[in-house]
């Protein structure tokens, strides 16, 4: 089972209007779609996914913060940050490349 965070909802809720406003998508439709191809993403693989440690400048966010990571394009790369409490996933925090990625090149 997968859980968000109330951060990470009102997150995701304003995805779709960055998205158009810094002209990545063009059209609300697809801003859309492609934010809900990200959840979809999660809720199906992060029962299977690689778990990997988040780096410790992330720890703001929570204790034991495993990360996945998700391609929408050959130029983005999410990583999904979460919590693990039992059969729960709780997602704490979702970046990208473009912000934070070098945190993860470690």
């Known amino acids: 089972m997968v ?3 109330p951060d990470v909802e009102k997150d995701i809720l304003g995805l ?3 998205l158009i406003d810094e002209g990545y998508i063009c059209s609300y439709p697809f801003a859309v779609k492609y934010v809900d ?8 693989n992060i029962d299977i996914c690689v778990r990997k440690e988040a780096p410790s400048f992330f720890y703001k966010y929570g204790k034991n913060l495993k ?17 693990e409490h039992g059969d ?11 912000f934070e990625g070098h945190y993860f090149n470690i």
């Open 16 to 18: 779709v209007d960055v």
């Open 67 to 83: 990360y996945m990571t998700y391609n929408s394009s050959c130029h983005t790369t999410w990583y999904i940050l979460f919590e």
């Open 3 to 5: 859980a968000f965070s």
């Open 88 to 98: 729960t996933a709780l997602v704490k925090y979702i970046t990208n490349n473009k």
């Open 37 to 44: 191809d990200l959840i979809d993403y999660i809720e199906s």
